[in-house]
């Protein structure tokens, strides 16, 4: 068996969108299969220790998010997807910050 792995985004200003397969050894985690994969420079010279040490990536595990560093070391199973995405840019605020900017928008009668 093996572990498929998706990179897809914004990465040094360029699309990426590739997947790549890394056969499945007893005690793997997402730390070890990412290490091999910039051994093979898959994507060039540490992609992905750049990516993730960077935080110009999310790391998901059959779809959920995985916390960087913590979870990169959590073992994986045969069969599992991990999925490197592009942060992206913007994003939601907090729900206390948006009451704060609504506060502040009704106190000066902003709609």
Known sequence: ???????????????LNKTFEEPFRQNDTPKKILARLDKKKA????????ALKGGHATLLL????????????RRLNEGDEI????????GCRSASAIQKVSNNDAR???P
């Open 1 to 15: 068996m093996s572990i498929q792995i998706r990179v897809a985004g914004v990465f040094l200003g360029s699309p």
């Open 43 to 50: 994507l060039g010279r540490r992609f992905f220790r750049s």
């Open 62 to 73: 059959n779809g959920d998010k995985l916390e960087i560093p913590e979870d990169l070391n």
């Open 83 to 90: 999925s490197v995405l592009s942060a992206i840019a913007g």
């Open 108 to 110: 000066d009668g902003t």
